[in-house]
């Protein structure tokens, strides 16, 4: 009956199918597309009404084995995902961006520009959100390579303009290229996501015509605005464009908070507690130990010889003056029952004074102020160090022990 | 700690998941999901294959230089996947054990046709609405009989004495007043269960009425009471048959030596026959890894579900999860060191999660199924972070908890099956962030769940994985929500065991997944820059193709060809659920390679090794297509002999541990109970004189070790034999079925074998008697057969032996080999042919007109194809081997009968 004939069908279509992805997951690329040849008869009597039919299924197992495991390279490649399109005509969009992809993996930027500019004018019936979706992509790469091809206009005119010569048909370009880039790119990241390069490049087309509130408030909207991921990058962005149109420290500063309150084991914490070490207000100075303290407790920065000289010159300010001690009390307060197995082992001490002596000089001095001159960290590094007669050790070992009384007040 | 200048773009969603695909076939291929533009030093980086990927792009300095630097190189691009990986090729054609086999024999898991009613399983599985049907009658009957103590033990000990069960009439009138006679009740019973499978199946009164006064009374526990629990059992027995999530995680562990070079490492599993047992076993790493010294053992008290192990320090803290108990060892980095045995904690709740933190010595997460999460410090004791039976972002029914360690040593990460947050430890209430979400978030499907989060810290600190049924994410803890990568993993099961091993100074990352039900097993490569100081620049990308690895039922094809059951053993014992999983790189002068350890349920070790095949430096014409692996790998098809050697050892310690015969492989037997009433099967009182003859006989030939070839007496056998039913040894049917169809009668044959149409038989009876009657106008029951035996006779003249008499039977000794018949007497004797010698009938009390049916009855079942001739050469074979016709309707009436299932027991 045609019943049975449909579900035997299904089953050795379904049987091809594991052959082929057995396969595949051991690399047997050949004998995989062998069984795909097989399967592409499914196409012929498709009567299944699943997610992903078996014109998906051949494009996507089809193209991976292409790029595994292909003698003609690209021209193969780009004729079977021609095919493709076709064939698997509502996921044409989706076929259409990674075919881009691919080709921009391998250098075809033109090809690949001219394969979005088609897609583009793409229609078939109602689209659908995934649809929706995808064309927006499209058109936010399609503005990505017009972003590269202005600045690369660019270069041109900035050679030739040191060379005393004006093109004016490469500057037209260039202008149209960044027109059409620019329309894309905006489009882009108005919806939610992370668009890191999107945003680059959009910023740096409007940095280089001149209109700077238009990338501030692109940039803050990428950074604040509630419905975006909570994205470092975009603090980053923020930062860094701040710093490019020398902005106050006030507002460098208050961007940087907040990246300190989402990402504290940030590398710009390190600039940050420097900027703030640097401040005359004792809140930033108060926060700044803050900041470096709460670095260093990453997993992430527990080597980071930077982050810990920062915290050994603000230490070491403060217990000189003696002045502020409450703050490193209060720090330490919620890292005491953890901080010295944690950074300040006997086995972290004979390591590190192996493999980095300057990382094992800050922390010395870090864990004698904080722990005294008992403890194991400074005990074993001070003595490797006095042992081996580096100077600097023989001063660590004078300094914690003349400031060994700031120890107990922490302490107690 | 950097993050990475650019990441992947990828929108970003909010609510209830929206794509409704499940899971398909091929969705994991065929994508580079999206594109960045990579640095302009990349590909030299990525021909040295190592070195900074320092990006000048963006960073502090204006922009503008590093844009035209790039331009000057072409802008160039990176795949999140599809790029080239490392290329590791499996060195063994299968996985090799590592240990011997666990000791004791390995009792299978409950399987579904053993607790749901079977005709409904399969047509509700093939509908596809699949709701299980559970056997509960079944299964409390099975616990009626196989606890008989536990059901009724009180009141049995208080009413024996008022119940008789034996035959005899009540004699003594004292008792008879007290004493009830169970006898004809016990017959009802008995009859109730030969009629099993019966649709007319019509209780009877006796039983009703039985059963109706006892019911209130007689059960220890009270019947519903019973019931219920015995429900509620069978209910949780069959949620974990479907899906039984207790093993994740996975209960073996790796602890590599102190110092890289050095080759011996420590193995953790479990083993014993209820996996109980907690080993340390050191292994040498060599071509095949091998078991160094013996292991160091401890016996705990109850099943191990995981083992997780982190090195702090220097030193190893190994953590054992079982359902009430979870235990933290120490043990120190140097080499034959002793493991030590921390802290153990009991829960009330089985614990679901057991992991042991990275960064602090001692410390470990503990979850328990009523959704508490708890950090467990071996010196300060337990801190309980968060109490909720609820899940996190929307309501999902599973008390599944997980917890893992985050970049920072106070925060938490909690999972449930909706998602996963973080939580600080200092502050639970207050700080805590979603990390991964079931939603559009993370692009996910409807009906997907996390089942595994791992992090990721050796790789990069502020990672993690988390793997749902049909996709696996990294997440960063720094940009919580939006995955860093995806991939769609297409594993038939969900993962249930990860594990990762780092790749050093920018190589790519390893990760592992295992399934249990499924033994899959798939190795995964993704970068994401680890430098020094931990810098990571790039973005996470997938690299390479996935590739499968062996699994353990793989070395099946491998192994030396097996008699049928010990084959059916291996193959069970082989395909048992995979409970763990471990690996390990090692370097060897130039030749890198990668050990995975896996563990099965039966608490099997195998191992396999894969090494690192270092691509050819060719000149790559574009930035990806320096695919090195565009040659089909050669297909191993045989094992080293080192291998083979170790499955021989390992066969051979298998079936001396589980080398008993399976029970189930009794003859099937066929009751007669059913055929005579029991008064009619009494025996004489007392031996005849003619029997003490031949028990006499048979002491002496015994004495002399010597066979009996003949009886010197054959006219006194008969009553002999009723005294050795089991004596008949089963004749190949097979042979007998040959033999017909080869005389052409086989249909007739198959028809008298299988019908269990009575009236058709019937007929056949009638036909026959009446051409007996027509042939011979008196006949004993003896001369019915000499036709055959005739036969028989005339055949065996063939050999030179002397000329066997015409009697209906010269006996059959069987030499001394036990038969699983002999070992153990059957429960009911069969009939033989002494039963059917007039003299012992009417000795029975059977009425005339009865014998005679019953001799016709038999003949027809006697009535077979004589046995083909026998070279002469073995006539002592032939003697020996009963050939008679009587021995075959033996083989015959009893395979009439239905072989008796063996019963599925539940794990009361």
Not at chain 1, 109 to 116: F, R
Not at chain 2, 38 to 67: C, E, F, H, I, K
Not at chain 2, 465 to 486: G, N
């Amino acid at each position: 009956s045609s019943h049975e004939h449909k579900l035997n069908f299904q089953k050795s279509k379904e049987a091809c199918l594991n052959y082929i992805q057995d396969a595949m997951l051991q690399k047997q690329w050949k004998r995989a597309a062998e069984f795909l040849t097989f399967y592409i008869e499914a196409l012929e009597k498709d009567f299944s009404r699943e997610y992903m039919g078996p014109s998906e299924i051949i494009w996507r197992i089809g193209s991976e084995i292409l790029w595994h495991h292909s003698h003609n390279g690209m021209k193969e490649f780009n004729s079977f995902i021609e095919q493709m399109k076709t064939l698997a005509i509502t996921r044409y969009l989706k076929v259409s961006l990674e075919h881009v992809f691919h080709l921009l993996c391998n250098g075809l930027i033109d090809e690949a520009y001219q394969t979005l500019s088609l897609a583009e004018s793409w229609r078939h019936g109602e689209q659908t959100s995934v649809q929706d979706k995808e064309m927006k992509l499209i058109e936010a790469y399609r503005g990505l390579l017009d972003y590269y091809s202005w600045a690369k206009q660019k270069h041109i005119l900035l050679k030739h303009g040191q060379d005393g010569f004006e093109d004016l048909s490469v500057e037209q370009e260039m202008h149209n290229c960044f027109r059409k880039a620019a329309v894309n790119l905006k489009e882009i990241i108005k919806i939610p996501g992370v668009w890191d390069p999107f945003v680059k490049c959009y910023v740096d087309l409007l940095e280089f015509y001149g209109d700077h509130d238009e990338a501030r408030q692109v940039l803050n909207e990428y950074a604040y605005n509630s419905k975006f991921p909570a994205n470092p990058n975009a603090h980053v962005y923020l930062y860094q464009f701040l710093k490019r149109q020398g902005e106050s420290k006030k507002s460098l500063i208050s961007a940087l908070k907040i990246l300190h309150d989402s990402v504290p084991s940030h590398e710009l914490m390190i600039d940050f507690n420097i900027m703030l070490q640097k401040s005359k207000k004792r809140k930033k100075r108060r926060l700044g130990l803050e900041v470096i303290f709460a670095a260093l407790d990453y997993a992430g920065c527990k080597e980071n010889v930077k982050a810990w000289s920062c915290l050994v010159k603000q230490l070491k300010q403060i217990v000189i003056s003696e002045k502020h001690l409450d703050w490193i009390t209060q720090e330490w307060n919620s890292r005491r029952d953890w901080w010295p197995a944690f950074h300040f082992s006997h086995y972290l001490a004979k390591r590190n004074w192996q493999e980095n002596e300057s990382l094992s000089y800050e922390k010395a001095l870090v864990a004698g102020i904080l722990l005294g001159k008992d403890c194991k960290y400074f005990k074993y590094v001070s003595h490797q160090g006095c042992k081996a007669q580096v100077k600097r050790f023989r001063m660590l070992k004078k300094f914690v022990n003349k400031h060994n009384p700031v120890y107990l007040r922490i302490s107690g | 700690m950097q993050f990475p200048d650019s990441l992947f773009p990828s929108c970003f969603g909010a609510g209830p998941p929206r794509e409704v695909w499940g899971p398909a076939p091929a969705s994991g291929w065929g994508e580079r999901g999206q594109v960045l533009e990579a640095g302009p030093d990349r590909r030299q980086v990525r021909a040295r294959g190592v070195g900074p990927g320092n990006r000048g792009v963006g960073r502090a300095g204006p922009a503008l230089t590093s844009y035209l630097l790039s331009l000057q190189c072409g802008t160039a691009f990176v795949p999140r996947r599809g790029r080239t990986g490392e290329s590791w090729e499996p060195a063994e054609a299968a996985a090799v054990p590592v240990l011997p086999p666990n000791a004791g024999c390995w009792i299978p898991m409950l399987a579904p046709r053993d607790i749901l009613c079977r005709g409904i399983l399969r047509k509700k599985l093939r509908a596809g609405k699949f709701r299980a049907a559970l056997d509960f009658t079944k299964q409390l009957s099975h616990f009626f009989v196989d606890h008989p103590d536990d059901a009724f033990g009180s009141l049995g000990q208080l009413l024996h004495k008022n119940f008789f069960l034996g035959d005899s009439k009540l004699k003594v009138s004292v008792s008879r007043d007290t004493t009830i006679r169970m006898t004809a009740l016990m017959e009802e019973i008995e009859r109730l269960e030969a009629r099993r499978g019966c649709t007319q199946e019509h209780l009877v009164p006796r039983l009703r009425w039985f059963s109706h006064i006892c019911r209130d009374w007689l059960f220890e526990v009270p019947l519903g009471v019973l019931g219920d629990y015995v429900h509620e059992e069978l209910l949780l027995q069959c949620a974990d048959l479907f899906f039984n999530d207790s093993p994740m995680g996975g209960a073996l562990a790796w602890l590599p030596p102190e110092d890289t070079g050095a080759r011996t490492g420590r193995l953790v599993y479990p083993g014993g026959r209820a996996m109980n047992h907690l080993y340390f076993q050191d292994v040498v790493l060599e071509e095949l890894p091998r078991a160094w010294g013996s292991p160091a053992q401890f016996e705990l008290n109850g099943r191990i579900r995981q083992v997780a192990a982190a090195r702090v320090d220097g030193e190893d803290f190994v953590g054992v999860r079982s359902d009430y108990h979870c235990g933290v060892w120490s043990v120190p980095g140097r080499i034959r060191a002793a493991p030590a045995p921390l802290q153990v904690i009991r829960t009330s709740v089985p614990a679901s999660c057991l992991t042991v933190s990275p960064h602090l010595p001692g410390e470990l997460a503990v979850c328990t199924q009523s959704g508490a999460v708890y950090l467990w410090s071996v010196e300060t004791g337990l801190q309980r972070l968060r109490h909720d039976p609820q899940t996190m972002f929307f309501r999902d029914h599973s008390p599944w908890r997980w917890s893992d360690f985050t970049a920072h040593p106070r925060v938490l990460s909690c999972a449930d099956r909706t998602g996963l947050q973080c939580l600080d430890a200092r502050a639970p209430e207050r700080c805590h962030f979603d990390l991964f979400k079931v939603g559009e978030e993370a692009d996910c499907q409807q009906g997907e769940r996390v089942m595994l989060p791992m992090y990721l810290g050796r790789a990069h600190p502020s990672h993690h994985l988390v793997a749902t049924q049909f996709s696996v994410y990294v997440m960063d803890e720094r940009l919580p929500l939006v995955p860093m990568l995806k991939w769609v993993h297409m594993m038939k099961a969900p993962p249930f065991f990860a594990h990762l091993m780092p790749g050093e100074s920018g190589r790519s990352h390893k990760v592992l997944l295992g399934a249990s039900s499924t033994q899959e097993l798939l190795l995964l490569q993704y970068q994401g820059e680890r430098l020094q100081d931990w810098v990571c620049r790039s973005a996470c990308q997938l690299v390479g193709p996935p590739q499968k690895l062996h699994s353990i039922t793989d070395c099946l094809q491998h192994l030396p060809t097996q008699l049928p059951h010990c084959h059916h053993l291996l193959q069970q014992r082989l395909g048992a659920p995979a409970a763990g999983l471990a690996a390990t790189l090692q370097k060897d002068r130039s030749q890198e390679s990668l050990l995975v350890f896996q563990l099965s349920e039966a608490g099997d070790v195998f191992c396999q090794r894969l090494t690192h095949k270092i691509a050819q430096p060719t000149a790559p014409t574009s930035v990806d297509e320096a695919e090195p692996s565009a040659s089909p790998q050669p297909s191993l098809a045989v094992l080293s002999p080192g291998a083979a050697l170790r499955y021989r050892r390992w066969l051979k310690a298998l079936f001396n541990v589980c080398g008993e015969p399976p029970r189930h492989c009794w003859l099937p037997i066929l009751s007669q109970k059913r055929l005579f009433i029991r008064k009619e099967l009494q025996s004489p009182a007392g031996p005849s004189a003619l029997q003490g003859q031949v028990r006499q006989h048979l002491r002496q030939v015994m004495r002399e070790k010597g066979r009996i070839q003949r009886w010197d007496t054959p006219d006194a056998l008969t009553p002999t034999l009723t005294q050795h039913p089991e004596l008949a040894e089963g004749v190949d049917t097979l042979s007998t079925r040959l033999t017909a169809a080869w005389s052409g009668d086989w249909v007739q044959w198959w028809e008298e074998r299988t019908s269990y149409n009575m009236a058709q038989r019937r007929r056949a009876l009638r036909e026959r008697r009446r051409q007996q009657k027509r042939a011979r106008s008196r006949c004993s029951l003896s001369a019915s057969f000499t036709s055959s035996v005739t036969y028989q006779s005339e055949l065996s003249e063939l050999s030179d032996a002397a000329p066997l008499p015409l009697s209906p039977s010269h006996p059959p000794v069987l030499p001394g080999e036990g038969s699983p018949l002999r070992s153990s007497p059957p429960a009911s004797p069969a009939p033989d042919e002494a039963l059917l010698s007039s003299q012992n009938l009417r000795s029975r009390g059977i009425p005339k007109e009865r014998r005679k049916t019953l001799r016709d009855y038999l003949a027809v079942w006697a009535e077979g194809p004589p046995e083909p001739p026998e070279p002469p050469g073995s006539q002592a074979s032939q003697l020996c081997i009963p050939s008679s016709q009587s021995q075959l309707s033996q083989s015959q009436l009893s395979s009439a009968s239905q072989p008796r299932r063996k019963r599925p027991r539940m794990g009361f």
